[in-house]
């Protein structure tokens, strides 16, 4: 049998399929394992480069193939579409496109997590569900309570003061059924807030132990969440090779639509890390309602809100964050605010 060199494998849940080439280009293997055989089939393979999508169980295979000696690369399900042959779509043409996309110079891969950094991010997931959730569970307290001509002001004050009716049994505007109802959803609300507590206190605790996480929060607006959220995502930071690369990464840089060179810069791709891309302004809308407080804060961010929407500004303003976030991370350090700028935080 001719040298393996490449191999596309297109995993699943129980059934994944392998596609094996030699450099030439030859096919030498194209069959389906069932998941326990996966290891050994890729034991008695020599060293070669192992092409795999990139999505949740991915990282797990990528470390166990990975130590078995193989090179493993992981890459944008969306970047291997455009190699599946004639828009077949089966687990056999997934495969061959992953052994040819992996191949291509051009091609961007995906950097393997750790179980560390996937520990973490599990924490920013489950706080972000229940973050969610509990605001579901808000919006559909005022909303039950509005139909019966019960309503509150925006803001926790306002819905605390109608938690409060909910708990009155004496109340005669809320009948007794409805406080039936609206109590568990009140009882959920509060659950779902002691929860997040208990997360946001894990979370703190790995920050505080983590060298990286506790330099990234020394940039204004910036605490632990967004911090360990950053170093948990990005990892090695000078796989970038800037900036604004670590910036356009996130999703927080102009759509181009440029020709004829003219440039046409349109709104933010979105294309990025959406969680990420959601700490970063919500931290720089924060920085915006201080700095309209007192512009001496910021003259910078002043002056683009002088001349910009509050929310374009935001948008810069996360652009920027997430910059400096990047030279810390790639060049050490911590934030230093410019002599002529008052550090905001």
């Not at 229940?130 to 605001?135: D, E, K, P, S, W």
């Not at 294309?271 to 915006?288: E, P, S």
């Not at 990047?326 to 700028?341: F, P």
């Amino acid at each position: 049998m001719d040298k393996i060199s490449t191999v596309g494998l297109d995993i699943a849940k129980h059934v994944f399929q392998v596609h094996c080439e030699t450099a030439a280009g030859q096919v030498v293997v194209r069959r389906q394992l069932r998941r326990a055989a996966v290891l050994t089939f890729f034991g008695k393979l020599p060293a070669c480069v192992v092409g795999i999508e990139a999505c949740s169980s991915a990282y797990y295979w990528a470390r166990e193939i990975g130590a078995l000696g193989h090179e493993v690369r992981l890459m944008p399900p969306v970047r291997v579409k455009a190699y599946v042959a004639w828009g077949r779509k089966n687990d056999a043409a997934d495969a061959a496109a992953i052994c040819e996309a992996v191949r291509r110079p051009s091609m961007r891969f995906v950097p393997v997590k750790t179980v560390e950094q996937q520990a973490v991010l599990m924490l920013h997931q489950a706080r972000r569900l229940l973050v969610a959730q509990r605001t579901r569970l808000s919006n559909a307290v005022r909303g039950h309570l509005a139909e019966l001509g019960i309503t509150a002001a925006k803001g926790a004050a306002g819905f605390t003061a109608l938690l409060r009716l909910v708990a009155a049994p004496a109340d005669e505007r809320l009948p007794a059924i409805a406080r039936a109802a609206l109590g568990t959803l009140a009882h959920q609300w509060h659950s779902a807030g002691e929860q997040i507590d208990g997360l946001d206190a894990q979370i703190l605790a790995w920050h505080k132990s983590d060298a990286d996480s506790l330099r990234v929060a020394t940039i204004p607006q910036i605490g632990p969440i967004i911090a360990s959220a950053l170093v948990a995502r990005t990892g090695d930071a000078t796989r970038f090779r800037n900036g604004r690369q670590f910036a356009a990464w996130i999703g927080l840089v102009p759509r181009q639509n440029s020709s004829g060179g003219k440039e046409r810069l349109g709104r933010i791709t979105k294309t990025g890390d959406r969680y990420l891309r959601q700490l970063l302004v919500i931290g720089a809308t924060g920085m915006i309602r201080r700095v309209r407080a007192n512009p001496a804060l910021s003259p910078w961010l002043a002056g683009l809100l002088r001349r910009m929407p509050a929310k374009k500004a935001a948008i810069a303003l996360a652009n920027k964050l997430a910059r400096v976030a990047w030279a810390i991370l790639a060049h050490g350090g911590v934030y230093q605010a410019r002599q002529h700028e008052p550090a905001a935080g």
